[in-house]
């Protein structure tokens, strides 16, 4: 399972962020690195290419970034 919780403000860029991790896990793991980062990026297709497995690692030992789906950025 993997959350991510996005605020847009009016000039279409990202004011909050809350990205976590967690399946099969008691308590999901917040990705607060990765949240930071996205924080004042603009909503455009270049936002997909910000988010890389570097920012993914150390989330699982069974988690292979490979197998996710593509993280595609859609504006408000």
């Keep these: 399972m993997v959350a991510l919780t996005v605020e847009f403000d009016a000039q279409g ?5 809350a990205a976590a991790v967690g399946s099969c896990a008691a308590k999901a793991v917040r990705l607060d690195a990765l949240s930071a980062l996205l924080l004042g990026k603009p909503s455009d297709p270049a ?8 920012h993914l ?5 069974s988690t292979t970034c490979a197998a996710w789906p593509t993280i595609a950025a859609t504006p408000p």
């Design 57 to 61: 690692q150390g989330i699982g030992p």
């Design 13 to 17: 860029r990202i004011s909050h962020a």
């Design 47 to 54: 936002l997909a290419d910000t988010v890389g497995a570097a």
